[in-house]
């Protein structure tokens, strides 16, 4: 499948095996066919309407319905700029986005103050009743832009990073081989359309020519189970967060209905240690793949967890075509085994964006010499499997000791009666080490300091022990919105 742009490869499927389902909503379906279809005739009226060219960029609401992925292959197969907007933003966000990207058109069907657009739903409709011919497609050339996809900003104000054509097929092979997507496979995709995690998993099945069942997010246990039955899906993409909750709210039903899933892949925030050994027990015949990316590089890490038990702790391994080396504060390449010399983890490889829109002093910062820096920080073992310790800043420096909060909330979650935590640094009030871990909990049955105490113990050297435990009244954590670092 190597050399096909997203659109190339609808055609592809459509020509071989028209009635093959490519997306289901609800009762809605899609065949490869259909979309082949309704994507040509929309690139059609984009171009005889509104005059959109290659390289022109077009902003679209990314909602999870058929809707948006036939818009953002009729822009794709004119050889244009996609650029993707939460479905959920507000007016300012939008117009702050089309300040920066000046997009000559706005799809969406959210009515925003001060925003021209044109309704995204009355354009599909007429592109699925369309009798027009199929306009030749040609493809862009590998480096022009192909998406323009903008970070969730939550260290600072939103980027949009460039994917080109060539970036996004090389995204596309890595999670497709990465977590060993198949033909036959029905994924659930509840998740966001913006962000990169869903895209990512959205284009590499429609690349190979799986059928991606559309769903508007995990707010209730029972809408996922009813999907996934009604839909006989065999695979799904979740964040850690949402396969929590799901194990709350299903109980008993949970190892049965998830169970019933060829593979889970997760990603979009590391997936808690207990929780992985949860996960693998509840769901033996399941794999269950942890995936690390970001919206500069896709997925790029790697590890399937049902077969690699014994690395349960790691982030994953890159791929062949992907680089990677762990740096010092100079940027000098180290050997990093463990906490203590770990280092910045930077990235080189096709999947990498271009830079960041109309930020080129940002973007020079993140690439150098064709390596992308991350800010996160991490060390390796000798098989090439990659530990994450969290964002570089989030380090606690302990008396000259490097301290890693997820390091003490993994042993934190290894204590059963709490049932989430979160560990920040504080100025150490006796003057002596200069900053200390301190550790919030929400706490369960059973809970006792004391026995947590004990625990963490046994399982930390002294100094990377928490100086102090609180409970937290609200849901603390890094994987928290809410969480204020106080109890």
Known sequence: MSGRTLVEAVLTHAGAAPDRLALAFRDER???????????????????????????????????????????????????TAVLLDKTAKATAVRSICETVEPKLVLTDVRLEGVDRVSLKELCARAAQSLAGEMAYEPPAPDMLAEILFTTGTTGKPKGAMLTYDSIEASMENTWYGVDMREDDRVLLPLPLNHSFGMRVLRSALWGGTEVVLHNGFTFAAEIEECIKKHDCTAMAAVSASMEMLMRQMGDRFAPVMGALRY?????????????????????????????????????LFINLSEHPDKIASAGKPLDGIDLKVVDRDGNEITARDVESAGRMVL???????????????????????????????????????????????????????????????????????????CIGVDDPDGVTGKAPVLYVVPGIGYSEVELAKSLAARLEKYKRPSGISPCRRCPGTRCRSWTGRP
């Open 348 to 422: 080189r490889g096709r999947m990498q964006m271009a830079g960041y829109y109309g930020m080129p002093e940002l973007t020079a910062k993140a690439i150098v010499d064709g390596w992308l820096l991350t800010n996160d920080l991490v060390y390796t073992d000798e098989d090439g499997y990659v530990y994450m310790l969290g964002r570089a800043d989030d380090i606690i420096n302990v008396a000259g000791e490097k301290v890693a909060p997820v390091e003490i909330e993994n042993a934190a979650l290894e204590y059963p009666q709490i049932r989430e935590c979160a």
């Open 30 to 80: 899609v065949t490869y066919g259909e979309l082949s279809r309704r994507m040509a005739a929309l690139a059609q009226i984009l171009k005889d309407e509104y005059d959109i060219r290659s390289g022109d960029r077009v902003a679209v609401s990314a909602v999870s319905r058929p809707d948006y992925i036939v818009a953002l292959l009729a822009v794709q197969y004119l050889g244009g």
């Open 264 to 300: 889970i892949e997760i990603s979009a925030g590391a997936i808690p240690v207990d929780m992985r050994k949860k996960l693998l027990a509840l769901l033996p015949d399941t794999q269950l793949h942890n995936t690390w990316g970001s919206t500069e590089t896709g997925g790029a």
